[in-house]
């Protein structure tokens, strides 16, 4: 959990930064992440995803929601 405002700059950066790890390891990359808000000051977007070796988003929980992504990788 981020402050708000530290948690709202890198909301959408998240995928851009898992994507080239994913790319620079040729690995599937899946991030489990944690997503609510703590009184006032603290929030977590999320996402838990999955990326593909090529940094594409395969499957994703949306922001600020509870779930799990099911999938098969070969």
Known sequence: MLRRP???QFKDLH???RADRARETGMWLVS???TGVRGDLR?????TSL????????????LMTTGMIVAEIS
């Open 6 to 8: 530290v948690a709202d």
């Open 15 to 17: 995928h851009s930064m």
């Open 32 to 34: 489990s992440d944690v």
């Open 43 to 47: 929030i977590a977007y999320g996402p």
């Open 51 to 62: 990326l593909s070796p090529r940094g594409e988003v395969v499957k994703q929980v949306p």
